[in-house]
């Protein structure tokens, strides 16, 4: 009786330890229940309540796998592993790394560049520096080469390899272009380190009105002929517009007559103009954009800068 007993308890747990396998391809609701996986043999892996992160799952699958490991005399041929019980959320997992690492080394190179950009750039007289060009996307090959081109020779010239020089004070756009065709533009300033004195309106032929709109100076003398401003520091003692039928002619910059002002006038000119030619007669002749600037000293006015309209000269 006790046998029999023995061998109805060990049936009972046979069944239930049956219950908590799945065998691939049969059972697969049975799962959906079990709180614990156990090896053939009957040992107890892990529990489904003791896996709270990838890691103890990751240990779990671990220990399964060298569960199953087979020995010379449990497997004799590949026929032999058909009925060999996996849990099935260890399987999902397995099937899970499997797709999602696959997918981490596949080569996503671009093949050519489709965009570029010029970054702007500021610059002083006189110097020089290299145009700074992203091109898109970033992982994709450099284009072999370039082409530039600048809006204002006088302002900005660029060469061959994209070095940029910085000729006269002002603005321009330097045009780049890819050997593929694909183009941008990058804005270029050179900025003056002299500011004696804010330039005055230099657009000849325009109106009074035109020249009272740009002057933020004090003004001293209105006149149909002559318009008279207060200079803005102590440097700079008037400036002259000076009109003919309405229209204006010249300006003049009256300088306070100091070797300081002299000198500072200088190099403000030669900032915003090229030199021209320097005359016996105590003048120094710039010229730029049909723009003509004489620096000179004289009895009357003392030093001085003449703006008046001419051809540009080459």
């Known amino acids: 009786m006790s046998s029999a007993n023995n061998r109805i308890e060990l049936s009972k747990a046979q069944s239930r330890r049956d219950d908590t396998l799945l065998t691939v391809g049969f059972n697969l609701r049975k799962t959906s229940n079990v709180r614990a996986m156990q090896s053939p043999a009957g040992t107890t892996l892990c529990k489904r309540t003791q896996v709270s992160s990838l890691r103890d799952l990751g240990a779990c699958v671990a220990h399964f796998v060298r569960r199953l490991k087979p020995t010379v005399n449990q497997v004799s041929s590949l026929r032999d592993y058909s009925p060999l019980t996996i849990p099935l959320h260890v399987v999902n997992f397995s099937f899970l790394s499997i797709f999602l690492f696959s997918g981490c ?13 010029a970054l702007p750039m500021s610059m002083y007289f006189n110097e020089t520096s290299n145009l700074r060009i992203m091109h898109f996307p970033a992982d994709a090959p450099a284009p072999d080469s370039y082409a530039y081109e600048t809006s204002d020779e006088y302002v900005a010239t660029v ?7 910085g000729n006269l004070v002002g603005e321009c756009v330097i045009a780049v272009t890819t050997d593929k065709g694909i183009s941008a533009e990058c804005k ?7 500011t004696l004195y804010r330039e005055p309106y230099l657009v000849f032929d325009s109106s009074v009105a035109d020249v009272k709109a740009y002057e933020k100076r004090e003004l001293q003398l209105d006149g149909v002929e002559l318009l008279r401003y ?15 039928n309405g229209k204006l002619k010249s300006c003049y910059v009256v300088l306070d007559d100091t070797h300081y002002c002299l000198q500072e006038s200088l190099n403000y000119l030669s900032e915003r103009y090229y030199l021209w030619v320097v005359s ?6 710039f010229t730029g954009k049909g723009i003509n600037a004489v620096l000179s000293i ?6 001085n800068v003449y703006y008046a309209a001419y051809p540009k000269l080459d």
């Open 105 to 117: 080394h596949k080569d996503h190179t671009p093949s050519e560049v489709t965009s570029i950009e």
């Open 280 to 285: 016996e007669g105590n003048e120094i002749w």
């Open 159 to 165: 060469d061959e390899n994209g070095v940029v020089s």
């Open 298 to 303: 004289n009895d009357n006015l003392g030093v």
């Open 188 to 194: 270029v300033t050179v900025v003056p380190r002299y």
């Open 230 to 244: 207060r200079g803005e520091n102590m440097h700079v003692d008037r400036i002259l517009y000076s009109f003919e």
